[in-house]
Nanobody
Framework: QVQLVESGGGLVQPGGSLRLSCAASGRTFSRYSMGWFRQAPGKEREFVASIRWTGSTTDYADSVKGRFTISRDNDKNTMYLQMNSLKPEDTAVYYC????????????????WGQGAQVTVSS
């Protein structure tokens, strides 16, 4: 059973930075691509970023390109989301996600989700 645990959320002022972490367990982390999603109040969950199992290929939503960076440390079974130049519209619960075992980059069917980490951007 794949388990994903996010950490690093919090309250930050506009223009500030936060780094989210996602600790994974339950299968060989280094063999699978991973992703981040977010859900703002009253809105549907949306894609933020994804990273291939090698770490060499990434994809971002247009709304975060140039501000957010996704990365992974396969030795630590951990994925990260560095968020810079944060805006109030980035306020959301951020979810770490892992695809099912049959998924192949770039078509990822996300089957496993963390509990979410709240990120609030406000002055």
């Amino acid at each position: 059973q794949v388990q994903l645990v996010e950490s690093g959320g919090g309250l930050v002022q506009p223009g500030g930075s936060l780094r989210l972490s996602c600790a994974a367990s339950g299968r060989t982390f280094s063999r699978y691509s991973m992703g981040w999603f977010r859900q703002a109040p009253g809105k549907e969950r949306e894609f933020v970023a994804s990273i291939r199992w090698t770490g060499s290929t990434t994809d971002y939503a247009d709304s975060v390109k140039g501000r957010f960076t996704i990365s992974r440390d396969n030795d630590k079974n951990t994925m990260y989301l560095q968020m810079n130049s944060l805006k109030p519209e980035d306020t959301a619960v951020y979810y770490c996600a892992a695809p099912d075992s049959d998924s192949t980059w770039p078509v990822l069917r996300y089957a496993y989700w963390g509990q979410g980490a709240q990120v609030t951007v406000s002055s």
